[in-house]
């Protein structure tokens, strides 16, 4: 993979941005040229490739964001043979003019022209010379940290797909050890002096790690990242090379639930099916589709918070297959909850009312959510209310981003303890799936997860609760949060 991201490598004046915005206030924390910079890096969903977005950025000449596959500690510009010219590879897109029918992150579909040491030529028609000219370029850790991309910075605030792919087996290899790994995103002024920096990074014990600041605050103070159909992935899975329309419409993650808990969502949404002619009986469902065992996902679960003590909320919803109309396979499903889960599972009398140091004095770290209130009010020693899923139901970024701006404006719920989540990815009707319309949930969430990472970043994220995305590595809802919780807690 690493020999492949050669293909991929970025002139260093690459392409515009994906979508640009110049922002007019200025935050109190401000840094270089009266603001305080920031970057982000992301996946895309559809084809995997590496994102990079900024805010506040002075964007001069000179600047560049460039990214690397070690950690950055210094850049210097050095003279190299012209040798091939490196291309640029990614399709902008403005946000002020894409359509919804546009493909937004991770296009890359049309190649622009290459980039040789004298200005543009196209593919092709690159002249062959005598004397091989030099080029300056930038160099990061005196040559031996390799860069991949090279974007030069238009706009305050931007959002790239650079079309470097990303592998999800260096996602396989994250413990609840990691922290940064894989790609560096750097900013770096004409002097090479890096301005800001971030990399692809885990949050394994975020909760745990701000026990004391977060400890008196409950569940529903917090902003808290959760994954829409949490148990709709598979294992390996490339969807560049086993894609189909089961798949499209199927899968809504690329991380297995570990994974997700590894990167820091704390809200899994599980939608479980009955499957009476297989020896394990329980499986996730994603509408009628089979997905995971359900055994298999409340084992990652039990591993992840046994070594974190994290607590997660274990949303169990709509129990799409094979339940019927009475309550028989639900009593199942609880007595199979409390077999698996045991001790794990937070006592009910806590209510929604208890903060994070209150469960965690109980030594437990699981909240069965359950969404049926018959069944609720029978196990008073094992579940908790559901949590309230706010649905748009919608196939388009406008609806999407009015219900969501709805829902927080007129937020009677902040006066409840009970936790909401704001359900932001859209959702295909039947006859769009028969017929394909979108092009898969991967397209569709690669439409708004960038713009989902904007409103909540930029607008909503202060009183949000849970919000629940599909392909969340898509978007930049866990740094976001965790920027929101490190207010709250006053730091």
Known sequence: MRQLQLVFILALCICPAIWAQQLDTLPPDSGPDGRQLKLWLTISARKRFVEISWKNAP??????????????????????????????????????????????????ADQVAFVPI???????????ADVVPMREQWVSNGGNNQIVAAIKPSQSAQWFTTGVPFDYALSRN??????????????????GRILA????????????????????????????????????????????????????????????????????????????????????????YHGITKQRPLKEVIQQVKDFVQETNEIVIFGLKEFPVGFGKNLAVHHLLVAYL?????????????????????????????????DKSEVVQQYPDLLFGGVD????????????????????????????????????????????????????????????????????????????????????????LVETALEMNRKKMGH
């Open 59 to 108: 964007a001069r000449d000179g600047d560049q964001v460039l990214l690397t596959i070690q950690d950055p500690h210094t850049f210097e510009l050095r003279s190299v043979p012209t040798g091939t010219p490196l291309a640029g590879f990614t399709k902008s897109r403005d946000s002020d003019s894409a359509s919804e029918s546009e493909e937004s992150s991770g296009s890359g």
């Open 118 to 128: 004298h200005g543009y030529t196209t593919p092709g028609t690159v002249a062959k």
């Open 174 to 191: 994250v413990t609840t050890h990691s922290d940064c790994y894989g790609y560096w995103a750097s900013y770096i002024d004409d002097h």
């Open 197 to 284: 920096k971030t990399c692809i990074r885990a949050h394994p014990r975020w909760m745990t790690n701000w026990h004391s600041g977060l400890g008196d605050l409950r569940l529903r103070d917090l902003f808290i990242p959760g994954t829409h159909d949490s148990g709709s992935y598979r294992p390996n899975f490339d969807p560049l090379l086993r894609e189909s329309l089961v798949t499209k419409y199927a899968l809504t993650q690329d991380d297995d639930i570990r994974g997700q808990l590894l990167h820091g969502a704390r809200y899994l949404d599980i939608r479980v099916g009955f499957y009476r002619p297989s020896e394990e009986k329980f499986f996730i």
């Open 338 to 370: 409390r077999e698996q889960f045991g001790d794990f599972i937070v006592h009910p009398s806590l209510t929604w009312h208890a903060t994070l140091r209150d469960i965690w004095k109980r030594q437990q770290n699981v909240i069965l959510a359950y």
């Open 389 to 476: 899923q706010r649905w748009g139901n919608v196939q388009s970024w406008p609806r999407l981003e009015r219900h969501l701006r709805y829902i927080n404006d007129f937020d009677v719920s902040r006066f409840s303890s009970r936790p909401v989540v704001d359900m932001a990815e859209l959702t295909p009707e039947t006859w769009d799936v028969i017929l394909d319309k979108h092009g898969g949930l991967r397209k569709m969430a690669d439409n708004v997860n960038w713009r989902i990472s904007q409103l909540y970043r930029d607008e909503l994220g202060e009183h949000a609760n849970i919000v629940a995305a599909d392909f969340i590595r898509g978007t930049t």
